[in-house]
């Protein structure tokens, strides 16, 4: 067997370290045409997309693969993950099923390597196949190990508790959860992932009363907190008092994951304050950096700027609302406050925790549609709480704006852009062209038309569909109805292999709009647009992916939609690195699944 290039699996491993489950993918895809009996490829091959949240696609991978021929106890328990994802999607007599195959592979790994991971998830989705006799005593098992009764990591210390409720004993189980999440290594998503997880047993064992009320507190993941606040200028007298104020807000809530921009003043403050008590700073920036340094940092005075790289260098992300320049209008601004509020409700919906905003305000009324009023406004509109730190209503005047030179600008309004292919059709013939688009075409037709002025601008070319919608509710509704009625039935009934089919990406932002003289029709272009472009190739076929911006500007809540994170993708050439997200339902949610 030739062994695999030492550059190849330098890159799976950066992959596999920055949680690029794109990137790995892309590499394995390509490195198994070389090294198709690499046990390495084919393993990653299948974790990759297991990861990226396709458990079927995983599980036809896995098995093509021969992943079940590795004897390892990560190979091994791939499979055990793969059937818990498909059990989290299932219902029924069939659901059992899965979390039982989930049980016996998670077993086999644990019989093969005495590894505590693969012995709690064995314990746990053999609980959920309703074999309790066999899932408490090997949950008993694992609570005798030296490592679980004395554990040195937060996942063993967990483990502990998880082992104890899989046994009914929550009491116990809820007193070691309460110290697991105390240790050092605890973060803020391995708190939520494993809350989650006990959560979903307590309610297979029918715990209830004082007792379910307990873990809850125990288990609850911190707030997230999306930030706001007044700019003020560098050696303000107020802003020993501020920080101070912001500080105690923070421990009293125990919120350790921050939204918010970094302009001067009371943005740095509440960052700074994040950074110090060692929690997790997500910044994001309304447009192109340089501008908003000039527009939102450098106005405060010295001392600002370097205080904004510092907190930039230790955040825990950077989003940008729009790659695109400034263009001078404050409804950038009230969108990227939108943004940042979507962003952290979306982090607290998925940790099943609260969000709250944290306002430095001076009180008075907003007048326009951006600034701190306007952010506490619209916070409370969506139904939320603010706790306000106070600062006084007359502040230094701050430095003028230098305004970029003034040119006619295009006109440019937020609207989502959906772009859609079909993977397979480069190998369609002739004959099986003619069905493909009269029926696959056709249908996607139909429903752009039954969405009539939604659907501000369409085209097509080959299998490829672009369309510009009004909002993101409309092009989620879209979306799901293509990938509804273009389902493998229908593919298998007009002659087309069943593994083809639609792959759909959603993004939201700012673009532009212009007359194409020739197609005598108003066309839409930016950044925002090429954005979208980029992402639906790497989609897998059937799915549905968001990237962040989308996501968080749904009216989530209000709704029957589900997003769940699938990881990072490098869009390269300068469009850098994107969250990305898969759409579904709500429904699809339904029934008991596992977060690990």
């Known amino acids: 067997m030739e062994q695999v ?25 390509a490195a198994i045409e070389k090294y198709p009996d690499d046990p390495d490829v084919r393993y990653l091959q299948a974790l990759a997309m297991a990861r990226l949240g396709d458990p079927d696609a995983a599980l036809r991978l896995y098995r093509r ?55 709690i998830n064995a314990a746990t989705t053999a609980l959920l196949a309703g074999d309790e006799r066999d899932a408490k005593a090997l949950a008993a098992t694992i609570s005798e190990r030296r490592d679980i009764a004395n554990p040195t990591s937060y996942f063993a210390a967990a483990t502990g508790a998880e082992a104890m409720l899989v046994q009914g004993e929550i009491a116990k189980a809820t007193a070691l959860f309460a110290q697991a999440r105390k240790r050092s290594d605890a973060s803020p998503g391995m708190i939520a992932s494993t809350a989650h997880q006990l959560i979903l047993i307590a309610d297979r064992l029918g715990a209830g009363g004082e007792e379910m009320q307990a873990l809850l507190a125990a288990t609850r993941p911190s707030p997230v907190i999306h930030y706001c606040g007044h700019m003020f200028r560098a050696g303000a007298t107020f802003e020993a008092q501020v920080a101070r104020d912001v500080r105690h807000v923070l421990e009293e809530s125990g919120a350790m994951i ?8 009371a943005d740095i403050v509440i960052a700074e304050a994040i950074i110090e008590l060692g929690g997790e700073l997500h910044v994001i920036v309304p447009f192109a950096e340089d501008d908003f340094l000039r527009t939102s940092v450098r106005v405060g005075g010295e001392g600002w700027e370097a205080r904004y790289a510092a907190c ?31 962003l952290a409700q ?3 919906d998925i940790m099943h925790t609260e969000a709250f905003q944290l306002a430095v305000w001076d009180g008075k009324p907003a007048t326009g549609v951006a600034g701190t009023a306007a952010d506490c406004i619209e916070w409370a509109r969506q139904g939320g709480t603010t706790r306000i730190v106070e600062i006084p209503k007359e502040r230094p005047p701050l430095d003028a704006v230098d305004i970029a030179a003034t040119h006619a600008k295009p006109r440019w309004a937020l609207h989502s852009i959906l772009f859609a292919d079909f993977a397979g059709f480069s190998r369609l013939d002739e004959d099986h062209l003619s069905n493909f688009l009269e029926t696959v075409m056709g249908r996607i ?48 009934e007009i002659g087309l292999p069943k593994e083809d089919g639609m792959r759909i990406s959603l993004h939201h932002g700012p673009i532009f709009e212009h007359f194409d003289a020739v197609q005598g029709a108003r066309t839409f272009y930016g950044t925002e647009v090429t954005v979208a472009a980029r992402i639906e190739p790497r989609v897998p076929v059937g799915a549905i992916y968001t990237t962040q911006p989308f996501a968080a500007l749904i009216e989530s809540g209000r709704n029957d939609y589900h997003f769940e994170y699938v990881g990072k993708m ?14 579904g339902t709500r429904r699809e949610e339904d029934g008991p699944g596992i977060v690990r």
């Open 5 to 29: 290039d030492p550059a190849i699996r330098q890159s799976f491993d950066a992959a596999l370290g920055s949680g690029d489950m794109f990137a790995l993918f892309e590499r394995t895809r």
């Open 65 to 119: 693969n021969r992943v079940d021929r590795i004897e390892t106890e990560d190979a091994i328990a791939l499979k055990g993950r793969i059937f818990k994802d498909l059990a989290a999607q299932a219902e029924g007599d069939w659901q059992v099923e899965l979390f039982r195959q989930a049980s016996q592979a998670y077993r086999a790994a644990f019989n093969l390597s005495d590894g505590y991971y693969s012995g």
């Open 258 to 265: 921050a939204y918010g921009p970094l302009a001067c003043g």
């Open 312 to 342: 930039r260098e230790k955040a825990a992300s950077i989003t940008f609302a729009t790659e695109m320049q400034s263009v001078e209008d404050d409804e950038l601004f009230a969108y990227c406050s939108k943004l940042v509020m979507g």
């Open 346 to 348: 979306l982090r607290a």
């Open 445 to 492: 037709a139909r429903i752009l038309d039954r969405h009539g002025d939604k659907v501000l601008a369409r085209n097509s070319w080959g299998d490829a569909i672009y369309a510009v919608i009004t909002t993101p509710n409309q092009a989620a509704e879209i979306a799901l109805e293509i990938q509804a009625e273009l389902n493998p039935r229908l593919l298998q």
């Open 570 to 583: 490098d869009l390269a050439k300068n469009y850098g690195v994107r969250i990305l997200y898969r759409l």
